[in-house]
């Protein structure tokens, strides 16, 4: 018996960056430079694939996925996509 890989709507390649699989290469190279610039110091830290709620009057409406989660030494925090 055998699989067959399903095919990616725009043709990403999933790839694995220090044991996290990635959705496509780029967002891989995306976290490696993210690694980089952490190790330079111009960032506290960051994390892939962060959910957050999304608040409209008061009410949640759903949830969404962020890409990567990005805390800057000032202390504030980014939502990349």
């Known amino acids: 018996m ?5 095919r990616r709507r725009f ?3 999933e ?3 220090r044991g996290a699989i990635y959705r496509s290469k780029a967002e ?4 490696m430079w ?3 610039e952490k190790r330079k110091g111009r960032m506290k830290g960051w994390k892939y694939e962060v959910a957050t709620p999304l608040i409209v009057n008061g009410k949640k409406i759903c949830e969404v996925q962020w890409d990567f989660l990005i805390e800057l030494p000032d202390g504030h925090v980014e939502f990349q996509e």
């Open 2 to 6: 055998f699989t067959l890989k399903r």
């Open 11 to 13: 043709g990403n390649v």
């Open 15 to 17: 790839t694995t960056y």
């Open 28 to 31: 891989s190279r995306y976290a």
């Open 34 to 36: 993210l690694d980089s």
